[in-house]
T-cell receptor, first 113, second 109 residues
Framework: ETGVTQSPTHLIKTRGQQVTLRCSSQ?????VSWYQQALGQGPQFIFQ???????GRGNFPPRFSGLQFPNYSSELNVNALELDDSALYLC????????????FGPGTRLTVL | RKEVEQDPGPFNVPEGATVAFNCTYS??????FFWYRQDCRKEPKLLMS???SGNEDGRFTAQLNRASQYISLLIRDSKLSDSATYLC??????????FGKGTRLHILP
């Protein structure tokens, strides 16, 4: 096990709703990244947080936002859900930015109806 | 051209054979490179980093060719347990992390 946990494991929402996904990183890991993985695709980088500040962002609209807390937990918030937001959402933690290994959580599978 | 491209496969390979697959990347400023493995319905896990000089970890060998902008993964003496999706990962100078779509590998008994 990687020591990274995510909740919930599964979630069903309807179009237009808002959702908050949670991640608990390994203790001491200052960097957390969030990814969206659609079926049959590789993970797509959403954004990265380092010491509670956003440190990089992929090609996702502003309705995808995040927070990182001092206790090594973090959140991914998605507003105004769309059908295409249905995917596996993965968080990954590492000690520092650019660290060779990221440790992934098991993911949250989000279905938008 | 996509930022990171991989042949999606599937590669169907008999047990004991050697298999190799490549990954190409478009950003010449890319800094670091990795291969991750993802089992069905599981999270990705680091298989190995890829260094300019090439590196080996048991039956796995990774190579980087900066001039041609590709990385490769070679698996020797393949085992049934090697069946998985192999994801190529490229980190750019601005810490943008790009995954390829993955190459599916099936090892046949």
């Amino acid at each position: 096990e990687t020591g990274v946990t995510q909740s919930p494991t599964h979630l069903i929402k309807t179009r237009g709703q808002q959702v908050t996904l949670r991640c608990s990183s390994q203790s001491g890991h200052n960097t957390v990244s969030w990814y969206q993985q659609a079926l049959g695709q590789g993970p797509q980088f959403i954004f990265q947080y380092y010491r509670e500040e956003e440190n990089g962002r992929g090609n996702f609209p502003p309705r995808f936002s995040g927070l990182q807390f001092p206790n090594y937990s973090s959140e991914l918030n998605v507003n105004a859900l769309e059908l295409d937001d249905s995917a596996l959402y993965l968080c990954a933690s590492s000690l520092e930015v650019g660290e060779r290994e990221q440790f992934f959580g098991p993911g949250t599978r989000l279905t938008v109806l | 051209r996509k930022e990171v491209e991989q042949d999606p496969g599937p590669f169907n390979v008999p047990e004991g054979a050697t298999v190799a697959f490549n990954c190409t990347y478009s950003n010449s400023a890319s800094q670091s490179f990795f291969w991750y493995r993802q089992d069905c319905r599981k999270e990705p896990k680091l298989l190995m980093s890829v260094y300019s000089s090439g590196n080996e970890d048991g039956r796995f060998t990774a190579q980087l060719n900066r001039a041609s902008q590709y990385i490769s993964l070679l698996i020797r003496d393949s085992k049934l347990s090697d069946s998985a999706t192999y994801l190529c990962v490229v980190n750019s100078r601005d810490d943008k992390i790009i995954f390829g779509k993955g190459t599916r590998l099936h090892i046949l008994p």
